[in-house]
């Protein structure tokens, strides 16, 4: 079962006729999200994001919910000129290029991630760091979405994430530690004078585990909860008891605010509930 927990339109595109626009769509096991940037306007028209009631537990199960939501929903299925997927799991991990040799793909992830023999290893390069990104995808989706679509590609969240974070702040020579959160799901990104030093992703399902990935992340790196600035992005508000706790031992907390040239500041206006820090990986797909 799934629900709809947020839906934007501009009523100034035309959703029957997208071929010039880009279809944006980002998958986990607790739900998916897409949205619709017209190149003619410049600018997102459509947003969704469906929240799945139960995990699915099998890569069957995730299919047959993908395959329903493709049934109800027929923006999906418009002509697009181009479609992106970001699988966002816990199967992937980082690897400096120095380090990284293709034929032990599988050995980089068996420290953190059970690798089957049938697994379908992917690799992105991140354009804004010499590394690289070594996940396992819901590959039953992909053969579904590249049958769906003439333009099709795929990548790890991950990748997006880290990539628009070093581009964003490129120029900051500063400490910089991230919290991008997401239902059940948190990722820490350190980045030192503007290099990755640190990106690890973790399950919690318990506001005190959240808190405790973070502190022991700040631990890990010397960095003083006091002094260093913790910035959040994602499924998360000044209102949430995850923002609540966080405070309670962290002073210097802020949200992510950034000018995405994929949005305009109309957009922002019209869908109040949308905050600038709100689906950064999803908007920065393209």
Known sequence: MTHEKIQTKNNAADLKNLKNSHLSIQLSLDGLEYCVFDKDLVDIVFLKEY??????????QL??????????????????????????NNLATIVPEALYDKDYNPDYLKYSVKVLENDRISVDQLNESDSKSIYIPFQDVNIFLKNKYDNFTYTHASSVLVSSL???YRHTPYRQFFVNVSKNNLDIIY?????????NS?????????????L?????????????????????DVDTSLY????????????????????SEEFYQKNSQIKRHHYFELFNQF
């Open 202 to 214: 973790f399950l919690y399902y318990a506001k005190e585990d959240f808190l405790y990935y973070i």
């Open 63 to 88: 299919l047959d919910i993908i395959k329903e939501i493709y049934k109800k929903d027929f923006l999906l299925s418009e002509k697009y000129e181009s479609v992106s997927l970001s699988h966002k």
């Open 244 to 263: 609540n706790i966080a405070y309670t031992y962290i002073r210097n907390i802020n949200f992510l605010n950034i000018e995405n040239l994929n949005l």
């Open 191 to 199: 980045l030192d004078n503007n290099k990755l030093q640190l990106f």
């Open 166 to 168: 070093l581009k964003y």
């Open 51 to 60: 929240e799945f009631e139960n995990r699915p537990q099998t890569p069957e």
């Open 216 to 236: 022991f992340a700040m631990e890990q790196l010397s960095l003083n909860p006091d002094k260093q600035t913790l910035t959040f992005l994602g499924a998360i």
